[in-house]
């Protein structure tokens, strides 16, 4: 309840506060490559106008990407601002209003490059989701990126948004989200949807700061 308060006067501050933020410049996502590490992708797969009206995004990416036997859907959705009610949705709140019902939600660590190199890693906590549609079962990751941050929980990507309001001017953010569908229903098969999306999360995430500004 302390916190939920917490947020709403925030919120509350955050449209008071001037509306004109410092968002420094990034590269397009339309400009992610459609090759890296193996994986090869498609052009951008445009969201319905519906999606759009809800979701209310900035910039992004839509893709599926392949290598070998596997099969990923990569999204990136990003927000220049979310001063105006334009803000982040947590899938959570999406995917059962699009019959997707989750059957296990966890935070996992994953250790992940910083330079294409490889040379730099860094340990990030993300999202593990398994999802159901009757037979149609999903691996997804995902979590929220923004100002050189990683952070898998809701609550604490909404609060610390509202302190980087205050002391930068800043509520520019996104969201990425992984899903590597499960070809049947078997514990293998599933383990090995979960390593094909990590496999994917490696590749892109040292990419991605070109996108998502620091």
């Excluded at 490559?33 to 990416?61: E, F, K, M, Q, S």
């Excluded at 994953?110 to 490889?118: F, H, N, R, S």
């Excluded at 159901?132 to 609060?159: C, I, P």
């Excluded at 599933?190 to 892109?204: D, L, T």
């Amino acid at each position: 309840m302390i916190l939920s308060l917490g947020l709403l006067s925030g919120f509350v501050v955050l449209t008071r506060a001037s509306r004109i933020e410092a968002v420094p410049a990034r590269a397009s996502l339309a400009t992610f490559p459609l090759n890296l590490a193996g994986w090869t992708g498609n052009a951008t797969i445009p969201l319905d106008p519906a999606i759009l009206n809800v979701v209310r995004v900035d910039d992004y990416l839509n893709r599926i990407y392949v290598r070998g036997d596997s099969t990923i859907g990569f999204y990136v959705g990003y927000y220049g601002s979310q001063r105006q009610g334009d803000t982040i949705h947590s899938p959570l709140n999406c995917l059962p209003g699009a019959g997707w019902r989750p059957v296990t939600d966890e935070h996992v660590r994953l250790e992940v490059p910083v330079t294409v190199d490889g040379t730099e890693s860094r340990s990030i906590y993300v999202n593990h989701l398994t999802i159901e549609k009757g037979l149609e079962r999903n691996v997804v990751l995902y979590w929220y990126q923004f100002h050189g941050r990683v952070v898998a929980s809701d609550y604490t990507s909404r609060a610390l948004m509202v302190f980087d309001a205050l002391r930068q001017n800043r509520t520019d953010g996104a969201l990425v989200r992984i899903i590597a569908p499960v070809r049947a229903l078997d514990p293998r098969e599933e383990g090995a949807s979960f390593n094909a999306a990590v496999a994917f999360a490696r590749s892109a995430f040292p990419l991605l700061s070109r996108y998502l500004p620091a």
